[in-house]
């Protein structure tokens, strides 16, 4: 095996592990509050109920600005709080709406390319890590895309280096998968 080859598959299988373990704790703590604690009383105390277009208003603007909220808390509102019929036309559309943010954050990487705070930031930050990032820009959109890696934040640093629209909109396709694995796992850890 090539060297590079083992480099990518090394950068990729590290993220995409380090992502899983963020997961299982996750998962985890989910079943165990569960389990173990009485939801209902807190519910009574705690109780708001979000429209499902302002969730997903919030959603889409977290996605947008670095992720701020996990994608996983937003499928945990809806397994909880919406019909079960539903939750996969839900997932669906925050997928698209993740997707979308993405390439909106690509748009405003685009964009940055032309101006003169780009060439400030090739001087000290992206100048070195550019021409890898043009030649391995699939591999970090993936593992962005599949971990919890910033993909907004990692799809503007791409859009700025100059990679392929269309090669782009093509492996931002993975954020559909990590959206079906990660909502039907937590399908799977949710007390019905």
Do not use: Q
Request: net charge positive; charged share 15%; proline share 3%.
């Amino acid at each position: 095996m090539l060297r590079r080859n083992k480099v990518r598959l090394f950068f990729f299988l590290k993220n995409f592990i380090r992502g899983l373990i963020f997961f299982a704790i996750a998962i985890l703590f989910y079943k165990l509050i569960f389990r173990y604690f009485d939801l209902m009383d807190a519910e009574n105390i705690l109780s708001f109920d979000l429209s499902t277009s302002v969730v997903f208003i919030l959603s889409f603007f977290s996605e947008l600005i670095f992720g701020l909220i996990p994608p996983e808390l937003f499928m945990i509102w809806l397994i909880t709080t919406k019909s079960l019929d539903l939750y996969p036309y839900f997932i669906v559309a925050l997928a698209c709406l993740s997707y979308c943010a993405g390439f909106i954050a690509f748009l405003f990487g685009k964009y940055l390319h032309k101006t003169w705070l780009y060439e400030i930031m090739k001087k000290y930050v992206i100048g070195k890590y550019e021409k890898k990032i043009n030649l391995y820009g699939w591999l970090v959109i993936i593992v962005a895309a599949l971990t919890p890696l910033p993909f907004s934040a990692t799809c503007a640093v791409v859009g700025a280096v100059g990679f392929n629209k269309n090669k782009f909109l093509y492996y931002a396709l993975a954020r559909f998968i990590r959206y079906a694995l990660y909502s039907y796992l937590i399908w799977l850890a949710h007390p019905f």
